[in-house]
C-alpha cells in the first residue's frame, strides 16, 4: 500500500483551472448530450411522422393522378362516342324529314288523283313544312335543290286551288326530285 500512496503523492495535486475546465467540460458535454436528444427527440416526433404523412400524400396524390387520367380517358370515349351519336341522329333526323317530305308529296298526289281538294292540300303542307325542316339539316350545297323543292311545293300548292289534275305533273316531278334527293342522301348498300 506503501506504493500506492507514493504514487497518488506524486501526482501533481489539480489547479484551479484545470478544475474549472473539467467541469466545463462536463457541463459542456451534458448541453451536447441534451441537444442530442432534443435532435432525436425532434426526428421521432415530428420530422418522421411529417416525412409519412408526406410520403403517403404523394401516394394519394400518384392515386388521383392515375384517377384523373382514367376519368378523362373515359370522357374522351364518351365524347367521341356522343358525337358519333349525334352524328346518327342527324342523319336519322334528315332522312326521317326526307321521307315526310315525300309521303307527304306522294299523299297530295293520291288525293289529288280521287278528286279530294283537301287531303291533297294538307298532304302539300305537311310535306312543306318537312322541306322546311329539311333544309334547316342540309348542308349550303345542297340548300339552292331544297329552295327549287320549296318552290316546286309552292306552286303545286297554287295549282291545286286552281285544278287538282293540272297539279299532277308538279307533283310527279317533286316525287322524283325528293327520290332522287333521298337517294344522295342514302345511297342503298
Do not use: C
Not at 410520403?55 to 358519333?84: F, G
Request: hydrophobic share 45%; charged share 20%; no cysteine.
Amino acid at each position: 500500500m506503501d506504493e500506492k500512496e507514493t504514487i497518488q503523492s506524486e501526482a501533481k495535486p489539480e489547479t484551479r483551472p484545470q478544475k474549472s475546465m473539467r467541469g466545463a467540460v462536463r457541463w459542456l458535454l451534458a448541453v451536447l448530450l441534451a441537444f442530442g436528444l432534443g435532435v432525436l427527440l425532434i426526428a421521432v416526433a415530428l420530422y418522421f411522422p411529417a416525412r409519412q404523412s408526406l410520403e403517403k400524400a404523394n401516394a394519394d396524390l400518384e392515386r388521383a393522378k392515375a384517377t384523373v387520367t382514367s376519368q378523362t380517358d373515359q370522357i374522351t370515349v364518351l365524347q367521341t362516342r356522343n358525337e358519333t351519336l349525334q352524328k346518327d341522329l342527324d342523319s336519322a333526323l334528315l332522312h326521317n324529314f326526307a321521307l315526310k317530305a315525300l309521303a307527304g308529296v306522294r299523299g297530295a298526289s293520291l288525293a289529288a288523283a280521287t278528286d279530294d281538294y283537301a287531303g291533297a292540300r294538307l298532304s302539300l303542307i305537311q310535306a312543306s313544312d318537312s322541306l322546311d325542316n329539311l333544309s334547316s339539316l342540309l348542308g349550303a350545297n345542297q340548300k339552292d335543290v331544297l329552295t327549287a323543292m320549296q318552290q316546286s311545293a309552292a306552286q303545286a300548292l297554287t295549282k291545286l286551288k286552281i285544278n287538282l289534275t293540272s297539279a299532277q305533273l308538279e307533283l310527279d316531278q317533286l316525287t322524283n326530285n325528293l327520290v332522287q334527293l333521298e337517294d344522295n342522301l342514302f345511297p342503298n348498300p
